[in-house]
Nanobody, 124 residues
């Protein structure tokens, strides 16, 4: 059974940084397209960033480019989200997701596997 386990969330002041990790076990991680989504209270889950199976291509929302960086380590079967210059509006539960066909869509329905989420809270 494939499992995705996020970690690295927490409480940070505005302007601070966090690095989220998502460890994947039980599957062939190196073939998966991976992504991060986030969901604020009362809002829909939205796309943050995605990375191809090789790590050679990355995609992110324009408004977060330069602040958020996705990366992966296929040896450690882990995907990361480095978040800098955090703002209160970045407060949300962050989820990692895997597309076992290798895709890197920005749509939640394209992802087959999800982690349980990690809370990120940014104080002003």
């Amino acid at each position: 059974q494939v499992q995705l386990v996020e970690s690295g969330g927490g409480l940070v002041q505005a302007g601070g940084s966090l690095r989220l990790s998502c460890a994947v076990s039980g599957g062939t991680f190196r073939y998966y397209g991976m992504a991060w989504f986030r969901q604020a209270p009362g809002k829909e889950r939205v796309f943050v960033a995605a990375i191809s199976w090789s790590g050679g291509s990355t995609y992110s929302v324009n408004s977060r480019k330069g602040r958020f960086t996705i990366s992966r380590d296929n040896v450690k079967s882990t995907v990361y989200l480095q978040m800098n210059d955090l703002r209160p509006e970045d407060t949300a539960v962050y989820y990692c997701a895997a597309d076992t066909t290798g895709g890197t869509s920005d749509r939640t329905r394209e992802y087959h596997l999800w982690g349980q989420g990690t809370q990120v809270t940014v104080s002003s």
